[in-house]
């Protein structure tokens, strides 16, 4: 199975900051990534597909990112609603597998 | 308006069974690959399984940790997704969620509202 190692597991930030969460693949999943939020008591939104392409009506100031087999989420710049916990999914090859998840907290 | 709901959860003792269901709506429920996903209390998400379309022989694939003890299936004429759950464990305590899409593209990604399932004595 493939392991997806997500980082931080915890970020404390402040509005307006620049953010990144990471996910290392275990082996090479070209670019079948996509990112997710999710609220307290909510199901989960799509914010990215495919390593690098916005969700429609995803902000801009969500952006993703692939070197090799590392996967970035950069949050341009925070805004009170973006508080929440990401997490990466790799849909490369069955078991699809997430990450563990970053919880983003206000500072 | 595109539409997943989940129904069917409840409190099942462990080795029991249950089957929950996710009526669709809003969207042709034949074309995409439907998927379940759970979370476990205070936890992180976790891929259950997934049912193929009609063009792909309807083929599954799962988690190892339900292989064997779930099964996913559709009725396309009921716009219905399925996932029935047999020797239930403590550890399959966790909300299930069904999701609609295509992975590869942004064509469209619906998650329902989860339906809770608790395991317990």
């Known amino acids: 199975d493939i392991q997806m190692t997500q980082s931080p597991s915890s970020l404390s930030a402040s509005v307006g900051d620049r953010v990144t969460i990471t996910c290392r693949a275990s082996?090479?999943?070209?670019?079948?990534l996509g990112w997710f939020q999710q609220k307290p008591g909510k199901a989960p939104k799509r914010l990215i597909y495919?390593?690098?392409s916005l969700q429609s009506g995803v902000p801009s100031r969500f952006s993703g990112s692939v070197s090799g087999t590392e996967f970035t989420l950069t949050i341009s710049s925070l805004q009170p609603e973006d508080f929440a916990t990401y997490y990466c999914?790799?849909?490369?090859?069955?078991?699809?597998?997430f990450g563990q998840g970053t919880k983003l907290e206000i500072k | 308006e595109v539409q997943l709901v989940e129904s069917g959860g409840g409190l099942v003792q462990p080795g029991g069974s249950l089957r929950l269901s996710c009526a669709a709506s809003?969207?042709?429920?034949?074309?995409?690959?439907m998927d379940w996903v759970r979370q476990a209390p205070g936890k992180g998400l976790e891929w259950v399984g997934r049912?193929?379309?009609?063009?792909?022989?309807?083929?599954?694939e799962y988690a190892a940790s339900v292989k064997g003890r779930f099964t996913i299936s559709r009725d396309d004429s009921k716009n219905s997704l399925y996932l029935q759950m047999n020797s239930l464990k403590t550890e399959d305590t966790a909300v299930y969620y069904c999701?609609?899409?295509?992975?590869?593209?942004?064509?469209?990604?619906?998650w329902g509202k989860g339906t809770t399932v608790t395991v317990s004595s």
């Open positions: 999914l790799q849909y490369n090859s069955y078991p699809y597998t």
């Open positions: 082996q090479g999943i070209r670019n079948d």
């Open positions: 495919a390593a690098s």
């Open positions: 999701r609609g899409g295509y992975w590869s593209s942004g064509s469209m990604d619906v």
């Open positions: 049912t193929a379309n009609k063009a792909a022989s309807y083929t599954t």
């Open positions: 809003g969207f042709t429920f034949s074309d995409p690959y």
